[in-house]
């Protein structure tokens, strides 16, 4: 009985070094990207509100509009226009409200992650307030763009949130190759 309860722990422990291992793989392929050269890389900064209708978001400062025009297909126009810096929308918008403009290019599955990892923002927030935590946390994951031609970019994007200014940096590049 008692090899049993040992053999069964040591195939969980091997089992967990397994994962732990792909996740470091996963982790290094990530940061990697980062890696790359600086003109696969955009960044923005997002305020953050909380009113009566709940979070809403703002973008307050974008760059490389050269990089997602030539990578998406848009003019810089049509980004900044998407884009719609300094407007507030609901950061999860609800069936009579209006999105962001800039959702309109983003990939279903990708919404549908946004719209979870959305959900659980304001009690993230609270958390981090709570945990005295000065220097924020960062929310990794990949984004698929819908290019101006229907074609799907991937990219990846990492994300500090700083829960006492309410402001999201966000830092983003462009895979090689097509999304899902």
Not at 7 to 17: F, G, M, R, T, V
Request: glycine share 4%.
């Amino acid at each position: 009985m008692l090899n049993r309860v040992i053999d069964n722990q040591l195939e969980q422990i091997a089992s967990l070094k397994s994962e732990n291992t792909a996740l470091k793989e996963s982790a290094s392929t990530k940061k990697a990207l980062f890696d790359s050269p600086i003109e696969n890389v955009f960044t923005c900064d997002v305020k953050l509100k909380i009113t009566s209708k709940g979070l809403m978001r703002s973008v307050t400062r974008l760059d490389n509009l050269d990089i997602q025009s030539k990578t998406l297909g848009y003019s810089k126009k049509e980004l900044l226009e998407l884009w719609s810096l300094d407007q507030w929308y609901p950061v999860l918008a609800r069936q009579h409200e209006v999105e962001h403009p800039f959702e309109a290019i983003v990939a279903k599955p990708t919404k549908e992650k946004l719209l979870s990892l959305s959900e659980e923002l304001p009690s993230l927030l609270r958390t981090l307030k709570q945990g005295f935590s000065f220097d924020g946390f960062t929310i990794a994951f990949e984004i698929n763009y819908i290019a101006k031609d229907g074609s799907i970019i991937a990219a990846y994007t990492e994300n500090k949130l700083h829960p006492f200014n309410l402001l999201v940096t966000s830092r983003t590049v462009f895979k090689e190759g097509k999304g899902d």
